[in-house]
């Protein structure tokens, strides 16, 4: 997610700490236990001098943990910027030893997404999976074949699926066609922005049924998450929500979701019909293997951070994903207002 509750992690650098703060405290209310706080596409100077602030760190009752930084851009593809700038978009001319002239140590880099159709794309990919960073195609005019290029030079995820790439055409499906590619080493993990937005409950369902096993639920939620409709700030943009909607002023371009995690796994289960328990799987155990997390988190298997959530049933049409209480490290850090005391029990 790019910001939420009115900050954004990719403008003013001295507000990013207050907007870590910020966030992080706000999402536990909707059920997320660790997040990757995203920046757009900025100049180098911003990223050197933002990174630093989203290091690592545990969750607590102050907030969801950080995984670290996904960096999207500015390696990406003009043609598909969607609400990123393209004066500050760059390329690979100078080889991979660009990546840290831009952004400096990769120390706090959880993801970056790249456009895989760029020159020099490759060798940038190897580099990145060597330092173990997570690299995701996305933002990119790219055909099926660079894609493959990519993931077999070590690329794992595509960035919010169908969405600010080519669309599927039966004689080169685009990023797309590597859910089903047989070029490539290993199974790719792809993001899906399950808003009832982005993503038409069809293409999400082709998706699901094509890559169940892939499948990351993302909100992709931008600064006017929480806020309501008026005019808002995305990186070094503004943007204008009208309804469940975040524009570009004046544009039918989406800028990003106000979409919740709890929201999207409603939505999720709803348009695909999959169960309670593949919905939120969707959300943790596929998320946490793609980030190379599975013996912590996603998962309560013996030895994980104990992280979950204490879900009811609401009543309402999207489905039975309440968020009654988060708990981070077996520590409740949230609990639903109105709710009888929690009780515990001893063995």
């Known amino acids: ?45 911003l990223y050197k001098k933002v990174l630093p602030q989203l290091s690592r760190r545990p969750g607590s009752r102050a907030g969801a943990a950080v995984l670290g930084a996904h960096v999207e851009g500015p390696f990406i593809n003009p043609e598909k910027k969607g609400a990123h700038p393209p004066e500050h978009m760059l390329t690979f001319a100078k080889g991979p030893g660009v990546l840290e002239e831009v952004y400096g140590s990769l120390e706090h880099v959880a993801m970056i997404t790249l456009a895989p159709e760029l020159p020099g794309a490759e060798q940038a990919v190897e580099f990145l999976a060597q330092r173990r960073v997570v690299v995701s195609v ?22 919010h699926l169908f969405n600010a790439m080519l669309p599927f055409h039966h004689r080169d499906p685009g990023l797309v066609g590597l859910l089903t590619s047989k070029v490539v080493p290993r199974p790719v993990y792809y993001g899906i922005i399950s808003d009832g937005v982005h993503t038409h409950p069809a293409a999400l369902r082709i998706a699901h049924r094509t890559h169940p096993g892939g499948l990351v639920l993302i909100t992709d939620a931008m600064a006017a998450l929480g806020l309501g409709e008026g005019e808002h700030n995305i990186g070094q943009l503004a943007v204008e929500v009208r309804g469940r909607r975040a524009f570009l002023p004046g544009t039918d371009t989406l800028a990003g979701s106000i979409a919740t995690m709890d929201e999207c796994i409603r939505r999720f289960i709803k348009a695909a019909g999959v169960s309670l328990e593949e919905g939120v799987r969707a959300a943790t155990e596929h998320p946490a293997r793609l980030l190379g997390l599975a013996t912590t988190k996603g998962s309560l298997v013996a030895g994980a951070d104990a992280d979950f959530v204490m879900l009811g049933d609401d009543g309402d049409t999207l489905g039975n994903v309440d968020v009654m209480r988060t708990f981070i490290a077996g520590q409740c850090v949230y609990e639903r207002p109105g709710l009888p005391a929690l009780q515990t029990w001893t063995c």
């Open 1 to 45: 997610m790019v910001g939420g509750y009115g900050f954004d992690f990719s403008s003013d650098p001295t507000k990013v700490a207050e907007a870590v703060s910020v966030v992080s405290k706000g999402l536990l209310s909707t059920g997320v236990t660790s997040f990757c706080p995203t920046l757009v596409t900025s100049p180098p100077e």
């Open 138 to 159: 996305g933002h990119s005019s790219g055909s099926l074949e660079q894609g493959e290029a990519a993931v077999v030079a070590g690329a794992s995820f595509i960035t």
